[in-house]
């Protein structure tokens, strides 16, 4: 599916940016993992994920940024972020990870948001000028090629996206090329919980279950090896929350909905660490 599902993410998300920022706020609420057309919301953060952001949190935002969140879980709260550190968020969207961030990281500090949307990275941008915050940066470019120098970050966090690309061992290497020695990767995402070969194929197929947040997931032992592959120590994935398939769009047949029951989905934090040693 390679070049045309990149592109049917791409359409996607520059939907839920144009739908974000106009008069009537998200299309899909804070969510657009699983959520439905329209002006349904099939599913919110909060339902999808063990720990998602607090009052306090949202509090701390435009409204449009908390409500083009379109994420799996908190990140921000999994990376444990310090002033003075420098982080990498893999698909900023509208820039709540990265904003979030930006106030951790202060002073000294700076957040990157890398994003192949233009209209995500407009929305971001706006956001960053409506929150005052001048240690954040948004970056145009793909998470398979992320174009800053190598051990530049100390923390790569994402949210939701990684499970996107069709090429994971490669965002995972450029994740590995990019953090300082001793650099923390803690990404919140999407797992399936057994095998996707014993998923059928027309599941695996579905375009909407891809841009959905679903079928392009890893399962959970395969996201370990990768990690561990690239060179990354301390790896573990953890699952916060299984995902019910009537909550899940594309799922439009009872088989599919079954499909998903016998091979779960389900949000997780994930963790690892770069050696000290580790090569730029």
């Not at 051990?151 to 994971?168: E, F, G, Q, R």
């Not at 909550?247 to 997780?268: C, F, I, Q």
């Amino acid at each position: 599916m390679g070049e045309d599902l990149r592109e049917s993410v791409r359409e996607k998300y520059a939907e839920l940016a144009v739908a974000a920022g106009g008069e009537g706020g998200s299309c899909c609420g804070p969510s657009s993992c699983g959520c439905g057309s329209g002006k349904e919301v099939a599913v919110r953060v909060s339902d999808l994920s063990g720990k998602s952001y607090s009052e306090v949190e949202r509090e701390e935002l435009p409204l449009l940024a908390a409500e083009a969140s379109l994420g799996c879980g908190n990140p921000v709260a999994l990376a444990d972020l310090s002033p003075g550190e420098v982080v990498l968020d893999l698909g900023g969207g509208g820039g709540i990870d990265v904003l979030l961030s930006a106030r951790r990281v202060a002073p000294g500090g700076k957040a990157y948001g890398l994003d192949m949307t233009d209209e995500m990275l407009e929305l971001a941008r706006r956001n960053r000028a409506e929150a005052g915050v001048e240690n954040a940066e948004f970056l145009k470019g793909e998470i398979e090629a992320v174009p800053l120098p190598d051990a530049h970050v100390d923390v790569v966090i994402s949210n939701c996206v990684v499970n996107l690309s069709t090429d994971k061992a490669r965002v995972i290497s450029e994740a590995f090329r990019v953090l300082k020695p001793g650099g923390r990767f803690a990404v919140s995402d999407v797992v399936f919980l057994g095998s996707k070969g014993d998923l059928p194929q027309e599941v695996l197929e579905t375009v909407g279950l891809w841009t959905g947040c679903v079928v392009g997931a890893l399962e959970k032992e395969e996201y370990e090896g990768l990690l561990a592959a690239a060179g990354f120590e301390d790896v573990s994935v953890v699952v916060t929350n299984v995902h019910e398939p009537e909550m899940v769009e594309g799922l439009d047949t009872e088989e599919k909905r079954d499909a998903l029951r016998r091979v779960p989905a389900a949000s997780a934090f994930v963790r690892a660490r770069k050696p000290e040693g580790g090569r730029g």
